[in-house]
């Protein structure tokens, strides 16, 4: 009788356990704390913004709060060496653009794409080549002109070194073979400013400039993207006249190297579904961007073939963000 009992509450405890185990996986299933997004620039840049875009979106599908940190500084690298250098659990994670991949390495052999954990991408658009009026070039064209006739006269602003303004202008020199004079601000609110006001000449912007375009306050030559614009149709692009000409501007989410592998799966998996709702679509239509909706395997291929292509146009330019 006493063994019988025995047994019985073995029994009765063993299906306690295996009542509670689910219970147990599910109070430890990732996230289970705030997760911090670092952004790499100021507060109401592009970057910025479309990290809080996707911070509400993805709070609401993991039940965590995601809170955004900006860490300005270093071309980005500042908040990519703060991102590498956190453990790799998931609650640390980066809004990478440009700037992180073109030759800003914390040492000579980092490579973003491979020591970072690619988990997925969050937009892809393009910029417009602007002029100020005071240009006599109207066309593409008659601008390579005038630039080849005037050689280190012309000046292109930029919102900063190693950002997408200056990288699409450095591959338009390159494959052009034009000479126009860099001109760096800290930021492109500062550089479009000085463009409205003719201190410089051409700068390549953000779409959005399109009041500037239809007031007559600046002129569009052409757009940086391998077809011509949906909102500019009239404008060319820089392909049409310069080979193989293409320059976007990408944004993705990244982490720390070594995240597990189910991590990365839920993380991309959260935010392919946040690109597909209809409102995030609309406020990236207003940037004049598209989702980036990819596999995190392919979202590392992509910033793989981006590294490359903007690498070989920083050695070219000899620019280094330190």
Not at 25 to 31: D, L, Q
Not at 103 to 119: G, Y
Not at 215 to 236: M, Q, Y
């Amino acid at each position: 009788m006493n063994l019988q009992r025995r047994d019985i509450l073995r029994l009765a405890a063993s299906a306690a356990a295996l009542l509670a185990t689910p219970a147990i996986a599910r109070a430890e299933k990732y996230p289970t704390k705030p997760v911090r997004i670092i952004v790499g620039y100021a507060a109401g840049g592009a970057a910025d913004t479309l990290a809080r875009w996707v911070a509400q979106s993805l709070s609401e599908r993991l039940g965590q709060s995601l809170i955004i940190e900006n860490r300005v500084g270093a071309g980005g690298n500042i908040a990519t060496d703060m991102v590498m250098r956190s453990p790799a659990d998931g609650y640390t994670l980066l809004v990478n653009t440009m700037p992180n991949i073109v030759s800003a390495p914390l040492s000579d052999d980092f490579e973003f794409a491979r020591d970072m954990t690619p988990i997925g991408g969050i937009s892809r658009g393009h910029l417009v080549m602007l002029v100020h009026p005071s240009v006599a070039a109207k066309t593409l064209p008659e601008f390579i002109a005038y630039v080849k006739e005037n050689p280190g006269k012309v000046t292109m602003a930029s919102a900063g070194n190693g950002t997408p303004p200056h990288m699409a202008g450095e591959l338009f020199k390159l494959m052009a073979g034009v000479d126009l004079v860099h001109v760096p601000y800290r930021g492109g609110g500062p550089a479009l400013a000085d463009l409205l006001g003719g201190q410089v000449q051409v700068m390549f912007s953000n779409l959005p400039s399109g009041s500037y375009i239809s007031s007559g306050k600046l002129r569009a030559l052409a757009v940086t993207s391998a077809a011509r614009s949906k909102t500019l149709p009239d404008v060319p692009a820089i392909g049409e006249f310069v080979r193989d000409y293409e320059a976007s501007v990408s944004f993705g989410l990244c982490a720390p190297k070594a995240l597990p592998a189910e991590i990365v799966e839920q993380l991309n998996r959260e935010l392919n579904a946040c690109l597909s709702e209809p409102a995030t679509k609309a406020k990236l239509a207003d940037l004049e961007a598209q989702p980036l909706a990819v596999s995190a395997e392919s979202f590392k291929t992509f910033l793989s073939t981006e590294t490359a292509k903007w690498n070989k146009v920083a050695t070219s330019a000899h620019i280094r963000l330190k």
